[in-house]
C-alpha cells in the first residue's frame, strides 16, 4: 500500500503562505492521481485541488488563483502552495492518492495538517 506523510501545516496571518507537502512511498508514485482535502469540524471533507499522472490539475472556486497544487516525480511528493490566505481556509488538510487498476480503484490518506488563518 501507499503511505503518505503530510507536513507544512501551521499559523499564518490573513494574506500569508503556506507550502504544504506530501511524501509518498512506493515506486508507483508516477501512476498516481493525487489530490488535497480539507474539512471543518462538523463538515464534510471537500476537494481543494487534485493533479492527474498526466500533471493536468483542477481547483475548487474558493482557492482558484490562490492555491496551486504540483508534483515532483523524482521525490514522490505533491506540494500545494497557499498565497493570499483567509481565515475561511482554516481547516485539517488532507492528502490522497488514488491508483487506478483495470477493475478497481484504490483510495489512500494522509494523516493531515492543520492549516490556522488568523490574525
Known amino acids: 500500500q501507499v503511505q503518505l506523510v503530510e507536513s507544512g501545516g501551521g499559523l499564518v496571518q490573513p494574506g500569508g503562505s503556506l507550502r504544504l507537502s506530501c511524501a509518498a512511498s512506493?515506486?508507483?508514485?508516477?501512476?498516481?492521481?493525487m489530490a488535497w482535502y480539507r474539512q471543518v469540524p462538523g463538515k464534510q471533507r471537500d476537494l481543494v485541488a487534485d493533479?492527474?499522472?498526466?500533471?493536468?490539475?483542477n481547483y475548487a472556486d474558493s482557492v482558484k488563483g490562490r492555491f496551486t497544487i504540483s508534483r515532483d516525480n523524482g521525490k514522490n511528493t505533491v506540494y500545494l502552495q497557499m498565497d493570499s490566505l483567509k481565515p475561511e481556509d482554516t481547516a485539517d488538510y488532507y492528502c490522497?492518492?488514488?491508483?487506478?487498476?483495470?477493475?478497481?480503484?484504490?483510495?489512500?490518506w494522509g494523516q493531515g495538517t492543520q492549516v490556522t488563518v488568523s490574525s
Open positions: 490522497k492518492a488514488e491508483l487506478s487498476t483495470r477493475s478497481i480503484r484504490y483510495h489512500f
Open positions: 512506493g515506486s508507483m508514485f508516477d501512476m498516481l492521481a
Open positions: 493533479i492527474t499522472s498526466s500533471g493536468s490539475t
